[in-house]
């Protein structure tokens, strides 16, 4: 139209009219209103179906007429299905639907430390609204390959046998898996009350969990002031399918602004089964074509670019770090399981927790066997690797041998001693839940099991040992404490006043009879 008025021969100021015409009509037209409203055409248990939203984008947020939520699914040619993120109760067919303009988001930033609310970023606890000025999509790409710096970085969980064993690193996704009832969230609650003297912001994503377990969990992380550097997002099991499948998109969401501030976030996903069945039913209620075990055929994918988006950013990105620990729960110890194998196949490592370890009293109940960490010993500081040595190994050998060595047959004397020897590093690796181990006393236990210092100590007597090193230990090593947080390897003269130590604890142990643990029937072979 342009070029055919410029070439008709029409006087300059009728042309000059025309087109100051124009923009006149682009300005009104850019000052309307326009408000795009659907009208829904069915529901069903927790999705509605929605006609009349031709514009509407996939994931978008959408109001409905009493005020309650939705997000947009499935884009059919004339349709659109509706996720709710409310109660459906008071939701009917031919009501009204109204566009946001908005992708699914939820409020970020430094007012959100210390509060509880659920997927969609509305309070749970009793300390008012939440007034954030900033926003997050919770579906955002992952950071590139190039922005990504090695996981070099060690996050101390306080436990022994993962520290030690089982390493995890600042922006690592490492599983956490086994059966139920085995001590899966017990650890990860233990690596967050372990971060209290730390620089770590800790978000747990509590996905299709009992209101009763989180708030055993909300209880603990208060009681130990756990709560003031940490965020708990809640998708209960009661609540709408939409809200558990959201749950763990919108935690990273808020992790991913504190780790472009240059911070360490660790963000626990309890857990990614519950979110895989939530994904199903949404998805069979939708229509989508099932595969195996009825799962969608991108149940992997809905994972992989959730743990994708863990990582450790370059410096000139921001610095910071998002760790991830997703937990699984398997079905009479099958690892082999659909659920279980595609998470494996996407984390860089598992904790397993054995049933038999959990049910005679071995805790935490880490089967090192079939626990590795992919990264291994590069994120662990120098002291450790000094002191750990062949220890997964000789710890490996020992419960092979203890199995043949109930059957009563004639053992040698490196049997036996090997046998001895795993005992107490068996003993060592036991923890209480909510009592986690400093990196001195860590080390200090780790150096007495790898040099022998224990092989005269009774078994009943461990716990007293480990007891007397939390007590005795003050701040007499400030230099040695200095040294193995810079990542520095400890000297021989270290290592000699530290066995010294040791051994003054030992000898006053063994010598006392009043230190024997009347509670522990250990039997030694």
Same mark, same amino acid.
């Given at each position: 139209m342009?070029?055919?008025?410029?070439?008709?021969?029409?006087?300059?100021?009728?042309?000059?009219?025309?087109?100051?015409?124009?923009?006149?009509?682009?300005?009104?037209?850019?000052?309307f209103d326009?408000q795009?409203?659907?009208?829904?055409?069915?529901?069903?248990?927790?999705?509605?179906?929605?006609?009349?939203?031709?514009?509407v984008?996939?994931?978008?947020?959408?109001r409905?007429?009493?005020?309650?939520?939705?997000?947009?699914?499935?884009l059919?040619?004339?349709?659109?299905?509706?996720?709710l993120?409310?109660?459906a109760?008071s939701i009917?067919?031919?009501?009204e639907v109204e566009?946001? =303009?908005r !992708?699914?988001?939820v409020?970020?930033g430094e007012? *959100?430390?210390?509060?509880i609310?659920?997927? %969609? #970023? @509305?309070?749970?606890?009793?300390?008012?609204?939440?007034?954030?000025?900033?926003?997050?999509?919770?579906?955002q790409?992952?950071?590139?390959i190039m922005?990504? =710096?090695? !996981?070099?970085i060690?996050?101390?969980?306080g436990? *022994?046998?993962?520290?030690?064993?089982?390493? %995890? #690193? @600042?922006?690592?996704?490492?599983?956490?898996l086994?059966?139920r009832?085995t001590g899966?969230?017990?650890?990860?609650?233990?690596?967050?009350l372990n971060?209290?003297?730390?620089d770590?912001?800790?978000?747990?994503?509590?996905?299709?969990?009992q209101?009763?377990s989180?708030?055993?969990?909300i209880?603990?992380?208060?009681?130990?002031?756990?709560?003031?550097?940490?965020?708990?997002?809640?998708?209960?099991?009661?609540?709408?399918p939409?809200?558990?499948?959201?749950?763990?998109?919108?935690?990273?969401s808020?992790?991913?602004?504190?780790m472009?501030?240059?911070?360490?976030?660790l963000?626990?996903y309890d857990?990614l089964?519950q979110h895989?069945?939530s994904?199903?039913e949404?998805?069979?209620?939708?229509?989508?074509?099932?595969a195996?075990?009825a799962?969608?055929?991108?149940?992997?994918?809905?994972?992989s670019?959730?743990?994708?988006r863990a990582?450790?950013l370059?410096?000139?990105?921001?610095?910071g770090?998002?760790?991830?620990?997703?937990?699984?729960?398997?079905?009479a110890?099958?690892?082999?399981?659909?659920?279980?194998?595609?998470?494996?196949?996407?984390t860089?490592?598992?904790?397993?927790?054995?049933p038999?370890?959990?049910?005679?009293?071995?805790?935490p109940?880490v089967?090192?066997g079939?626990?590795v960490?992919?990264?291994?010993?590069?994120?662990?500081?120098?002291?450790?690797?000094q002191?750990?040595?062949d220890?997964?190994?000789?710890y490996?050998q020992f419960?092979?041998?203890?199995?043949?060595s109930?059957?009563g047959?004639?053992?040698?004397e490196?049997?036996?001693k090997?046998?001895t020897?795993?005992?107490?590093?068996?003993e060592?690796l036991?923890?209480?839940?909510?009592e986690?181990?400093s990196?001195?006393?860590?080390?200090i236990?780790?150096?007495a099991?790898?040099?022998?210092?224990?092989d005269?100590?009774?078994?009943?007597?461990i716990s007293a040992f480990?007891?007397?090193?939390?007590?005795?230990?003050k701040?007499?090593?400030?230099?040695?404490?200095?040294?193995?947080n810079?990542?520095?390897t400890?000297?021989?003269?270290d290592?000699?006043?530290?066995?010294?130590?040791i051994?003054?604890?030992?000898?006053?142990i063994?010598?006392?009879?009043d230190?024997?643990?009347?509670?522990?029937?250990?039997?030694?072979?």
């Amino acid at each position: 139209m342009k070029e055919l008025i410029q070439n008709m021969p029409l006087q300059e100021h009728i042309k000059e009219t025309f087109f100051r015409m124009k923009k006149v009509v682009k300005k009104q037209e850019a000052s309307f209103d326009f408000q795009e409203i659907g009208i829904i055409t069915s529901v069903g248990k927790n999705i509605v179906k929605a006609n009349g939203l031709p514009n509407v984008k996939s994931g978008e947020i959408v109001r409905f007429k009493k005020g309650q939520l939705g997000m947009v699914f499935n884009l059919n040619t004339d349709s659109a299905d509706i996720i709710l993120l409310d109660e459906a109760a008071s939701i009917g067919s031919t009501d009204e639907v109204e566009r946001t =303009d908005r !992708v699914m988001s939820v409020p970020v930033g430094e007012i *959100l430390l210390g509060r509880i609310i659920d997927s %969609v #970023g @509305r309070p749970l606890d009793d300390k008012g609204a939440i007034r954030s000025t900033e926003y997050a999509p919770i579906e955002q790409d992952a950071a590139a390959i190039m922005d990504r =710096d090695p !996981v070099n970085i060690p996050l101390q969980t306080g436990l *022994l046998v993962v520290d030690s064993l089982v390493p %995890v #690193g @600042r922006g690592q996704r490492e599983l956490i898996l086994g059966d139920r009832q085995t001590g899966k969230t017990a650890i990860a609650i233990d690596t967050i009350l372990n971060q209290k003297k730390g620089d770590v912001v800790c978000i747990y994503c509590a996905i299709g969990q009992q209101i009763s377990s989180v708030a055993r969990v909300i209880s603990r992380l208060k009681s130990s002031q756990a709560i003031d550097y940490s965020i708990v997002l809640v998708a209960s099991g009661d609540e709408a399918p939409g809200l558990n499948y959201i749950a763990p998109y919108a935690a990273t969401s808020i992790g991913e602004y504190f780790m472009r501030k240059g911070k360490d976030v660790l963000v626990i996903y309890d857990d990614l089964t519950q979110h895989a069945r939530s994904y199903r039913e949404l998805s069979l209620l939708m229509r989508r074509p099932p595969a195996r075990e009825a799962f969608p055929g991108d149940i992997f994918y809905i994972h992989s670019r959730l743990l994708e988006r863990a990582t450790h950013l370059k410096k000139e990105y921001g610095g910071g770090s998002l760790t991830a620990l997703p937990i699984i729960e398997t079905e009479a110890q099958n690892l082999s399981a659909y659920i279980p194998t595609n998470i494996i196949s996407i984390t860089d490592g598992q904790i397993y927790l054995s049933p038999q370890l959990f049910q005679g009293g071995i805790l935490p109940a880490v089967d090192v066997g079939k626990s590795v960490s992919r990264v291994g010993g590069k994120t662990q500081l120098a002291a450790y690797r000094q002191v750990v040595g062949d220890l997964r190994l000789s710890y490996s050998q020992f419960q092979e041998l203890e199995i043949f060595s109930r059957f009563g047959t004639q053992l040698d004397e490196n049997t036996k001693k090997t046998l001895t020897r795993g005992r107490r590093i068996r003993e060592i690796l036991k923890q209480n839940q909510y009592e986690p181990y400093s990196v001195l006393e860590q080390i200090i236990l780790l150096l007495a099991v790898s040099r022998g210092l224990l092989d005269e100590v009774p078994i009943n007597k461990i716990s007293a040992f480990k007891k007397r090193i939390k007590e005795d230990i003050k701040d007499n090593f400030s230099g040695i404490t200095e040294k193995i947080n810079n990542n520095k390897t400890l000297s021989s003269d270290d290592k000699e006043r530290l066995s010294y130590f040791i051994q003054e604890i030992t000898d006053s142990i063994v010598k006392d009879t009043d230190y024997a643990d009347a509670g522990d029937n250990s039997q030694e072979n």
